[in-house]
Structures are given as structure tokens and as C-alpha cells.
């Protein structure tokens, strides 16, 4: 029996979880840690320790208060074929305090498809015995441990949550009811995967608590007016659409004469729109409104009552629907899942693959449940075809069906663990059925071959098995999607045949934020090349996977490697990237090459997949997110109005003292002819802006000690924090008013106030400490042992004479929101850089012999660097100036740091999602069979349609798309090409080769190229060098109509040898 509460150890205080400790590199200086507390039961009691550095994507999802939810739970996992071992995975990587790991079988070589812990060495081990140990190594603050006996009501009592993936209906039954019943309540999951159908069960008890429905930040407006009455009208700028909905709850805060809005009550919108809604109170009588005002979205709990398994069963409720063109597929799947319950109890065994006989027993037994259903859960027709297939199937455990429900069970876990997220309610069914072949298998295509793919073969047939085995793969990027795609595969058996190949490639290494998400690395692999590690590692999962790691960012720069050869060689390529200009790139050249690309991403608990294939779809560029909203210059230099703007002026600050500033002096240094030159050239305000800074560094306000460094950024403080806001409030008092005559200090601006610094104020001391360090580190200056002794430092600053502040005269300050540079041009600049330039000769004599900086390029993910230190002291000390809500380090990384929110759960799902898909591009089927998916795993919501067509192109008889190029043969000259475009009705006007333009017809010198070669007018005008093994070049061709009008043709391809 697992005991309630672990023995505390040497490493652990009472019943904490032990943190993550990584051996060598950066990680040996002690991480910045969040102390939290954490029972079982969720209630305060001992220290947990969430270690930043490891977990904040994570963090970046959930958030500290779930954290320490999950943190403080026991899991138990039964059945660890495919499906357990997927779930355990993406728990144990989540980070809870234990998981149990049950199992009574023994791994057989079937197994070894769906398992990727199982080697032939464990055959006959039991399963959860033979993967225990690996599994623990994914996350050391997690307690793995292992339960290899029948469990008993005492066993379940010690869990927050079980989860079951190979049990009987029974039986399940039976557990849920203790489980429904218990005090507290155990939150209990169903999960099964048959071949290519799933399904998930979920009970969470009889009232549970969902503390944050779906993940996302409260919705906030800037107010502009709200009327007297009955409801009041609430309006608000248009800086930002509001998001508000009808029945959200809301608080205001800093309302201005309508004081009686601020007391902190939820109030009820309704008749909600893009900036404005009704408050649904009298406000009649309340003060008039003055001005200012935030209006927050309250997030209300949300109670869930679930009904127990057995009651479930027979009446089911609203199925959650994955694809909408199957409406009718779960009421079906919910018979099939019992019927096949009845057929394993009856005959000991699942149906055999292909076996005409034991799929009309299990039809049957379909039917006869149906009967016996209530007239309103009653199906009014059955489908045969599908039921068949399912009993062929039932027996085996696909590994992309294990990824996909893997993601989702694990989900459910946190779910049910942290309170986070909206729980699956309560049943969820899916199918996969267009990823089979579209002939009928005989029981002789089915056959094992006593192989680890047996169990893949009985849903497929060995003809796609030797297809899979013989595929030639590219995957680009070996990250958290890289890592998953590559277990996937490994486990399918792509490229493990002779003539099978698999190329992966990433640039990047491994750091210790990856640790908790890209599953295939480990501690010990901090540091080595992403593509080496994960290759190595799914070797260790399929000895027979052939698969070569590069290490080479895919780009133009990298045509030399990845040339045309190679991608002619391939049969599809999957998209593992994390940002969409590599995605496009990648996109382009499949266009190119006519090779499918399987696309995904995903963006915490949301994930889409797109598939591209060949004539088929739009390729992934021809859809574009809208690109992000960029606040105004202005609005960030001078008028901030929410943390995020404090956030950018901080980075953009940190990078141009502490990098670009630096890198610029070297520049100087190193040449220093060279850039006065340039300086001189350019003459203008931006030029000038760098000798500025370039001298200050230089000249006026170098540093030569760590006290000229505490100097440096205690007048830092006082310029940024106090002359600037002074200075500002001269220009613009608070009564100023615009040309139209409304008041200048308007919503959404704010008006400040400047900060008066004091050595006994810890922010500004962290601030001075973080600056210092980081300045002397720019100088090469020793920081000295008192650097971060807060009563020396203390001493040190308050001796520094900062001159008083005065204000000047017809200062320009940007108020244009269009504006993008904040240093207008003046006639003076060219004098002024003269100047520059001339105090610089006469003041770098002074410098040591060789002397150079130190650039600091921004590093999120170091806590012991002093980088988020600084950028979030400056962020929140700008906040303070405006009254805006001051935020704390981790929060300034996420936003400063832009990093993504990423957990397990969602990559596991996305790369499920496109393995099936893989099925169908290895098959070559229709475009009607492929499917593109978004999902979000906090709602929970799946939404898959067929992909969108490519865009068709017309021309008298010719049609085309983004996927055609038109080949022409022949050593053609200019006249012949433009002939040959005469005959199809088209007039070419303009030709281009790379970046070059060959011939346009309103430049009559051109015309004396009409009789010279494509190919020599492509390497003397484009200076095209073409390889010796390249039998062709590309030129763009702009055309026209007989009657005028544009004609977009595609890229045309002449093969001149």
C-alpha cells in the first residue's frame, strides 16, 4: 500500500517535493526558487519549491497558484501500454509530487509500438516495473514509484487522482463509485485507445471547483465616460477592442469623480460591444463622472457536478465533438466501447484483425445494447462499416493515438490536480477512420510477422508498414515538437527499412528550461546540440530507426547543404519550428520541391495542425496570422499606460546601454577611421544619437571603478525616474489642453509623478545593485565582494552628488502616435557630429592600450545574470512614475523575455494529430481525408476540418496554382521565351532572376537582349552561379492580357542543359 505522506529526507523539509538539481554548467549557481506550500489535500502546510529556471514555460501556462496545486498531488496511473506510459510522461514532466505506476501485465513484443520505454531486453518484465525507472529520470522532483498487485479501496484512498487505460467496464465501475463517494472526492479518468478509436472518461465528484476556466488573463479596458443612469452607460477609448461578454462580472479602480465605482464590488455587464457596455446598475445618483478609470473582468469559479460512470452510461448527456462532419459518430462510439467491453469478458480475448466472423458477433452485441438503451439515448440507425473496422482494430495500441490521447488524459490530470482549466465533461470520443487504406484488408494483410510493428500491421496491413519503414523523412527542428515527432516516428517504424531515411536538423542546444517539455533530454545533456541528443535517443527507442541529426538552421544560407538533391529525394517533410519566418521558408521550398509538409504549433494549451500537401491544399504562406498590435513610440517612450509598454522601454533600454552601446564603441575602437568616415556620411539625427553615446561612454561618463559604476546608475535613476517625468510635466502641466482644446492628460494617458530615490527602499536598491554589476561587467571592472551587500552599497550611493534638476526650455517631446523615430533631424546635426567626432580624437587618448568593451546580449533564462533584475527594476520604477500596477520577476520575463507558453500536454496532442495525418500522405489519399486541427486543451475544444483548396488561376485553357511551375526545356534565348508566352495569349513584360531584372519592355535597351541566352543573361546581369549538377534556373515572368490586365503566372523553370 502506498503510504499518505512520503518520509521527509535529507533533501526535503516534511513532505516538500526535492528540487531539480542539474550537474555543471550555468545551473550550479543556486536558481531563483518560489517557496510555496502544498499538502495533498491542496491546504497550506509544507515548503515546495518551484524551481523558475526548469519550469517557466510552465509557470508562463498555469501560474504560480496552480503550481503549487499540482505540486502538492498523488497520482495513480494503471495500465502502462501506450496510452499509460504517454500520460505518465506528460504528469511526471508537469511536475506533481508522485506517480504510482500499476500494471499486473507483462510487456510483450506488441507492446513495443506503443510503449517507447519497452526494448526487447524487457519482454516478459512487468510493465510498469520495466519502465519505472526511465520514467523517473524525466523529472527527479517527481516520486516514481510502482504497484504490481491488485488494487484494493486502501490503495485508492491515497490519490488525488486515478487514471485507468486498461480496465474493465466492471471493474471501472466499481473503483469510480469509491472514488464518487469518498471524502474529499478522487478525481477519476477513464481513458481506452482501439486501434484508431478513443475514448475518456472523466468524474471529478459531485461538486468540483474550477478556479480558472480557461487559462486566460482577465480582459481590462481604459474608461472614457460613464453616464447617471439606469443602467449606466460605460464607455471606453479605442485604443483596444474590449473582449467583455455579456453577464462578466467587473470591478473598476481609479475612477474619478464617480468614486462610488471603486469600492472593489463585481458588478454585471450586459449589451456588451467593441468599446462600450451597459452596467447593470443605477448610478443615478452616484458622483459625476470626472475622468481616468480601469474597468478588470472578474473571473468567477465555476462548480461542476459529475455524475458517476455507471450513471453516465446509460444517460451520457452532450458528447464534446472533435469533428462536426461525425456529429453522429459519438452516440455510436459510446455503444461500440461497451459492446467491446462485453466481447473481452465474454471470450477472453479482443476480435481478430480482419475476421468477418468475430465483427458480426460484435455488431450484434452493438445492436442489442442499443435496445436495451432508453428511448431517448436509442440510435435510429447503426453503422456497420464503422463498427467493423473498430473491432478489427480493438486489440492494438497505435503510438499517434497514444501521443494524441496522452495529451489529453495528461491534461486532465492538471485539470483535476490544480483546478485550472475546464475539465472534459464527461465524455469525449474519437475517430481516425479516413487514415485507413482505402481498400479492404484480408486477414492475410494483417498477419503478424512477430515484429515490434505487429500491432501497427493489424490496423494497416504490411503494405503501408513496408511504405513507413522505406519513407524518406525531414524533419526540421528537434525542440519540444522535434522531440515528440521523433518518438512517434521511431515507434511507427519510419525510415527503419533499408532503403529508409530520416534527416533532422536544429541549430540550437540544449538549456535547462527545454528540461521540462522536450522529454528526450536530460540534465546531463545541457549544452550539446538538440538535433545529436534527440537522434541518440531515439536510436535507444528503435534500434532499426535510421536517423541523421544536423545541426544547420534551414535557410538560404544552407542551399549548399540542404540542395536540391536532397529535397528531391524526399517523400515528406515535418514542421517542428518555433517561428514563422523559418516555417515559411520551409514552406516554400516543399512548395518548390512538390513535397507534403505537415505543420503544427502550438501556443500553451493550444495547438493547431495544418496539413500541406501537393495540389491538394493551400500552401502554409497563403494564410497569415494579422500581425501583432505594436504600441506607438510615443506611447512607450513617454505615455505608458499598462506594464507591458513599461516592459518593452525596459528591454529596448537594457539592450541599447548594455549591448548596442558597447557593441558600438568596439566599432569605433577597431576602426576608428573608418567610422568617423561613416559618421560623417550619414549626418544624420541617428548617426549623431550613436557618437552621443558613444563618447558618453567613452569620454564623460566612463568607468573605471565599481563606484564610478553605483554613480553611473544611481544619475541613471534619477534621469529616467525623476528629470524625464519633470520634464515632461513642464512641457505638458496637468491642466494642458490639445489644439481642440480637451485636455491633453486624456485616457488612455496618465499623468506622473516623479520618483525621489532612497537608499532604504529595497526595489531601488535591487535596481541600483543589478545596474552597477552590469555596468562594471560592460567595463571589465571586478565587481567587488560588497556589491550586493545592501547596507555597504547603501553607504556607497548616498555619497553621490546628483545635480539638481532644471528644467529647459522648447524641449520637443514626440506626441505623434505615427511617429517611428523618437531623435527628429535638425540642420545642426552635421555640426553637432563634427563636434562629436572631434571631442572623441581628443579624449580617447586616455583609454588602456587595447581596451574594449563588453556587449551584454539579454539572457532570459539565467536568474544568477542580473539581466531580469534590472529589466524589471526599470519596468516597475516606470510603473510606479504612471500609477501603474507594478509586477514581479517572473511575470517581467514573460513579457520582457516574450516567452512562449509551452507544456507537454499540448505538443503530445499536435504531434498525435499529425503522426495520423502521416498515415494518410504515406497513402496518398484525397483531399476529402485529410484533416486540420485547433485545439485547445483548456476549454477543452477540438476543432477539425478538411484544409482549404489551393487558389486556382484561369487563362483561356490554362489553369494553375501555387503549386504548379512551369518547366520549360531548351536552351531558350529572351526572343524564344517571349514567344513562347505569345502563344499562350500572354504578353511577358518583365523578367526577373533572383534580385536582378533581365528584361522589362519600357526599357529600349533591353530589346538588344532579345537574342542572347536566359542562361547568360542570368550570370552576367544576375551574376547567377549555377551548379554543375543543376540542370535548371528559375526567373520570374510578370505578364498580361490582350487586354491589359495583370496575369499571375507561376514560377518558371528553364532547364537549359
Not at 510502482?146 to 465501475?173: M, N, R, W, Y
Not at 532503403?499 to 550539446?528: A, C, M, P, Y
Request: hydrophobic fraction near 40%.
Amino acid at each position: 500500500m502506498l503510504p499518505i505522506k512520503r518520509v521527509a529526507e535529507t533533501e526535503t523539509i516534511g513532505n516538500s517535493v526535492k528540487r531539480l538539481h542539474i550537474e555543471g554548467g550555468a545551473s550550479d549557481v543556486p536558481s531563483q526558487e518560489v517557496k510555496m506550500t502544498a499538502t495533498a489535500d491542496g491546504n497550506p502546510a509544507d515548503v515546495v519549491h518551484i524551481d523558475e529556471d526548469l519550469h517557466s514555460r510552465q509557470l508562463a501556462v498555469y501560474g504560480r497558484e496552480a503550481m503549487r496545486r499540482l505540486f502538492g498531488a498523488n497520482v495513480l496511473i494503471s495500465g502502462l501500454q501506450g496510452l499509460g506510459v504517454e500520460i505518465a510522461k506528460n504528469v511526471i514532466l508537469a511536475g506533481v509530487k508522485s506517480v504510482t505506476l500499476h500494471d499486473l501485465g507483462e510487456v510483450e513484443m506488441w507492446d513495443l509500438s506503443g510503449n517507447f520505454y519497452f526494448t526487447e531486453a524487457d519482454i516478459g518484465k512487468n510493465r510498469a516495473v520495466a519502465c519505472c525507472s526511465k520514467l523517473q529520470e524525466l523529472n527527479t522532483a517527481v516520486e516514481v514509484s510502482t504497484l504490481t498487485s491488485i488494487l484494493t479501496e486502501e490503495h485508492l484512498a491515497c490519490f488525488q487522482v486515478v487514471v485507468f487505460t486498461d480496465i474493465s467496464l466492471g471493474k471501472a465501475i466499481e473503483y469510480n463509485e469509491f472514488c464518487h463517494n469518498h471524502k474529499p472526492p478522487i478525481s477519476f479518468i477513464k481513458a481506452d485507445i482501439r486501434g484508431l478509436f478513443g475514448s475518456v472518461f472523466c468524474d471529478f465528484g459531485p461538486e468540483f471547483t474550477v478556479f480558472d476556466v480557461d487559462g486566460e488573463e482577465p480582459h481590462t479596458g481604459i474608461v472614457a465616460s460613464i453616464s447617471n443612469d439606469n443602467p449606466a452607460v460605460v464607455s471606453c477609448v479605442d485604443d483596444e477592442r474590449l473582449e467583455f461578454q455579456d453577464g462578466d462580472l467587473v470591478v473598476f479602480s481609479e475612477v474619478v469623480g464617480m468614486t462610488e465605482l471603486n469600492d472593489g464590488k463585481p458588478r454585471k455587464i450586459k449589451s456588451a460591444r467593441p468599446y462600450s457596455f451597459l452596467l447593470d446598475e443605477d448610478t443615478t445618483n452616484f458622483g459625476a463622472y470626472a475622468g481616468r478609470g480601469i474597468v478588470t473582468q472578474v473571473k468567477q469559479p465555476k462548480v461542476l457536478n459529475f455524475k458517476p460512470l455507471g450513471e453516465a452510461l446509460k444517460y451520457p448527456g452532450e458528447f464534446l465533438l472533435s469533428d462536426f462532419s461525425k456529429f453522429d459518430r459519438p452516440p455510436l462510439l459510446h455503444l461500440a466501447f461497451q459492446a467491446l467491453d462485453k466481447f473481452v469478458n465474454e471470450f477472453g480475448r479482443f476480435p481478430y484483425a480482419a475476421s468477418e466472423e468475430d465483427a458480426g458477433i460484435f455488431v450484434e452485441a452493438v445492436k442489442a445494447i442499443n435496445e436495451s438503451s432508453s428511448a431517448d439515448e436509442k440510435l435510429d440507425a447503426i453503422d456497420e462499416n464503422v463498427l467493423k473496422h473498430f473491432a478489427s482494430g480493438s486489440r492494438a495500441v497505435l503510438n499517434p493515438m497514444a501521443s494524441m490521447f496522452g495529451g489529453i488524459v495528461g491534461q486532465e490530470v492538471v485539470k483535476a490536480c490544480s483546478g485550472k482549466f475546464h475539465p472534459l465533461f464527461q465524455f469525449f470520443y474519437f475517430d481516425s477512420l479516413e487514415s485507413l487504406p482505402v481498400d479492404p484488408l484480408g486477414p492475410e494483410d494483417v498477419a503478424p510477422l512477430n515484429c515490434r510493428y505487429d500491432a501497427q500491421i493489424s490496423v494497416f496491413g504490411r503494405a503501408l508498414q513496408r511504405k513507413l519503414e522505406d519513407a524518406k523523412v525531414f524533419v526540421v527542428g528537434a525542440g519540444a515538437l522535434g522531440c515528440e515527432l521523433l518518438k512517434n516516428l521511431a515507434l511507427m517504424g519510419v525510415s527503419s527499412g533499408n532503403s529508409g531515411k530520416l534527416t533532422i536538423t536544429d541549430d540550437d542546444v540544449i538549456e535547462k528550461s527545454n528540461l521540462s517539455r522536450q522529454f528526450l533530454f536530460r540534465d546531463w545533456n545541457i549544452g550539446q546540440g538538440k538535433s545529436t541528443v534527440a537522434a541518440s535517443a531515439t536510436r535507444a527507442i528503435n534500434p532499426q530507426f535510421k536517423v541523421e541529426a544536423l545541426q544547420n538552421r534551414v535557410s538560404p544560407d544552407t542551399e549548399n547543404i540542404f540542395h536540391d538533391a536532397f529535397w528531391d529525394d524526399l517523400d515528406v517533410v515535418l514542421n517542428a519550428l518555433d517561428n514563422v519566418n523559418a516555417r515559411l521558408y520551409v514552406d516554400s521550398r516543399c512548395v518548390y520541391f512538390q513535397k507534403p509538409l505537415l505543420e503544427s504549433g502550438t501556443l500553451g494549451a493550444k495547438c493547431n495542425t495544418q496539413m500541406v500537401i501537393p495540389h491538394l491544399t493551400e500552401n502554409y504562406g497563403a494564410s497569415r496570422d494579422p500581425p501583432e498590435k505594436q504600441a506607438p513610440m510615443c506611447t512607450v517612450h513617454s505615455f505608458p499606460h499598462n506594464i507591458d509598454h513599461c516592459l518593452t522601454w525596459a528591454r529596448s533600454e537594457f539592450e541599447g546601454l548594455l549591448e548596442k552601446t558597447p557593441s558600438e564603441v568596439n566599432a569605433f575602437l577597431s576602426k576608428p577611421e573608418e567610422y568617423k568616415a561613416a559618421m560623417k556620411s550619414a549626418g544624420d539625427a541617428q548617426a549623431r544619437d550613436l557618437l552621443e553615446h558613444v563618447v558618453e561612454c567613452l569620454i564623460t561618463e566612463r568607468c573605471v571603478t565599481f563606484e564610478d559604476c553605483v554613480s553611473w546608475t544611481r544619475k541613471r535613476f534619477e534621469d529616467y525616474f525623476s528629470n524625464r517625468v519633470k520634464q515632461l510635466t513642464y512641457t505638458f502641466p496637468e491642466d494642458a489642453t490639445t489644439s481642440s482644446g480637451a485636455p491633453f492628460w486624456s485616457a488612455p494617458k496618465r499623468f506622473p509623478k516623479p520618483l525621489l530615490f532612497s537608499s532604504s527602499d529595497p526595489s531601488h536598491m535591487a535596481l541600483l545593485t543589478a545596474g552597477s554589476i552590469l555596468r562594471a561587467t560592460t567595463f571589465g571592472i571586478p565587481i567587488p565582494d560588497w556589491a550586493s551587500n545592501a547596507r555597504f552599497l547603501a553607504r556607497v550611493v548616498d555619497e553621490v552628488d546628483v545635480p539638481a534638476f532644471k528644467p529647459k526650455q522648447g524641449v520637443k517631446i514626440v506626441t505623434d502616435e505615427k511617429a517611428t523615430n523618437m531623435n527628429a533631424s535638425t540642420i545642426d546635426d552635421t555640426a553637432v557630429i563634427d563636434n562629436l567626432i572631434r571631442t572623441l580624437e581628443s579624449g580617447i587618448t586616455n583609454l588602456p592600450p587595447g581596451f574594449r568593451m563588453n556587449p551584454i546580449q539579454f539572457e532570459k533564462d539565467d536568474d544568477t545574470n542580473y539581466h531580469m533584475d534590472l529589466i524589471a527594476g526599470f519596468a516597475n520604477m516606470r510603473a510606479r512614475n504612471y500609477s501603474i500596477p507594478e509586477v514581479d520577476k517572473l511575470k517581467a520575463k514573460f513579457i520582457a523575455g516574450r516567452i512562449i507558453p509551452a507544456i507537454a500536454t499540448t505538443t503530445a496532442m499536435a504531434t498525435g494529430l499529425v503522426c495520423l495525418e502521416l498515415y494518410k500522405v504515406i497513402l496518398g489519399h484525397k483531399v476529402e481525408m485529410f484533416r486540420n486541427t485547433f485545439a485547445n486543451l483548456a476549454l477543452p475544444l477540438f476543432s477539425m476540418a478538411e484544409p482549404v483548396p489551393p487558389k486556382i488561376m484561369k487563362h483561356g485553357d490554362l489553369s494553375w496554382s501555387i503549386w504548379d511551375r512551369w518547366v520549360i526545356a531548351g536552351n531558350l534565348s529572351l526572343r524564344e521565351l517571349l514567344n513562347w508566352f505569345q502563344a499562350k495569349g500572354l504578353s511577358a513584360y518583365s523578367i526577373s532572376c533572383g534580385q536582378s531584372l533581365i528584361y522589362n519592355s519600357i526599357f529600349p535597351k533591353h530589346r538588344e537582349r532579345l537574342d542572347k541566352k536566359l542562361v547568360d543573361l542570368a550570370r552576367e546581369i544576375a551574376k547567377l552561379e549555377i551548379p554543375p549538377s543543376r540542370r535548371h534556373f528559375d526567373i520570374v515572368v510578370a505578364c498580361e492580357d490582350d487586354d491589359g490586365n495583370d496575369i499571375d503566372v507561376p514560377l518558371v523553370s528553364i532547364c537549359f542543359r
